[in-house]
């Protein structure tokens, strides 16, 4: 937690914090805060500072407020991510939140294990719960926008080519011998496909709704560590 | 386990392999392989092909193989990478050998607790099977080095300047305000600091050694984001 990430209803004042349960637990034991000492804040959807710890015993600690940052600006991407396991859900969420994307689309394919939509992971608070430690993660405030999206083709078909309008459209798929656009027009949207990949009919809807294929070479990379490797390749 | 990784104590012939354990299990119950399959395949240290399913059985898998194709080509990379904490230091190791990275050292610093050195998990066969993990995951067979440097200043002065002779040194560090240079000369070395960063004399001496500054940006990523971000920017 490099921010405490503020809720709403932490508020006690326009520059005033209370703090219960997992943040305080965490100043307290990893950061080890003392009274006097500065914490990067920052309010969630709003603007970054410090927050001076006021009082910080058992269950209790209050911050004043300096609020007069703003937080990092977003890369200019939308994620289409066919939904994965729900053992690595969490860790995918979360590093797409840290790296700073806009959009993230979860959306069904053929390989996507039906059991992994009713997994608990799967629920809008644990999702959001997830988005969170990425913005704490990386000192962000404001939530990339999160979408279910639970039928592959009328996503694909009637929403995605809206999507790609006036940008560029990539389709991560290994063995397709696609190599990234030089000049990329923003904003850029990226799929990319389960464990055991997209299957041919997907790859061709999703060509067709105008995505570009992009082959990420010989090495099959997990989820996440795919995703980083394209963030730090494009932007 | 895109690839299954043949150890030579594996092999009964030339060309085949019989297996159990992990491998078997994993073919079985993750890959649902049937007599008659072909499943990827790689030797340790040696060519990749096929090997095709001759016998799957409680307990007993063997394989006629044709190793016929050679591993990808390792990145130009060594990675200097302070020791994270026991619960990352697997995710990090496994994914620093799925990008192909060729040589990593593990290193201390300040901020790295001395119990890091102690877990279970920096044990010699624990780092292995990580990086085991690494190269079944991304199709490869060619394990990187691995060195544990326990002596930060000893390193640093005495072997760090050897290690980047002909090549280019970068040290991932947020805020220094550097930019990667436009045309590395490869070999590439890295250095990627503990969660609380790099202290000012550990920078300094860095940077002595010869280390250019890559600042990151404003936003503070994982280990293994920041690894796989760095690694799609600079190859």
């Known amino acids: 937690m490099n921010l405490v990430l503020l ?6 004042a326009p520059d005033r914090a209370h703090l219960t349960g997992r943040r305080l637990e965490h100043v307290r034991e990893v950061h080890r805060a003392q009274v006097g000492d500065d914490l990067a804040v920052g309010l969630l959807g709003g603007a970054m500072g410090r927050g001076r710890v006021l009082r910080l015993e058992e269950g209790v600690l209050d911050l004043a407020l300096t609020l007069d940052l703003t937080p990092p ?5 939308t994620l289409v991510l066919a ?3 729900p ?3 969490n860790r995918v969420v979360a590093a797409a939140a840290s790296l700073g994307v806009a959009r993230m689309v979860l959306l069904n394919a053929w390989k996507v294990e039906k059991a992994y939509w009713t997994s608990p992971k799967m629920r809008p608070e644990n999702l959001r719960d997830q988005l969170l430690l990425g913005l704490e993660q990386a000192k962000d405030t404001v939530l990339p926008e999160l979408r279910l999206a639970r039928l592959f083709r009328p ?3 009637d929403e995605l080519p809206a999507l790609l309008a006036g940008g560029t459209g990539l389709l991560a798929h290994p063995g397709t011998g696609g190599t990234a656009p030089k000049a990329l027009a923003a904003p850029i949207t990226l799929a990319i496909g389960p464990e055991g990949g997209w299957i041919d009919a997907e790859v061709q809807s999703l060509l067709d709704a105008g995505l570009q294929p992009l082959d990420l070479g010989p090495r099959i990379l997990r989820t996440e560590t795919a995703l980083a490797t394209l963030v730090g390749r494009l932007f």
């Open 73 to 77: 600006p977003k890369l200019p991407l």
């Open 83 to 85: 939904v994965p396991r």
């Open 87 to 89: 053992k690595v859900l």
């Open 155 to 157: 996503f694909v078909e």
């Open 7 to 12: 809720l709403p209803e932490d508020l006690v």
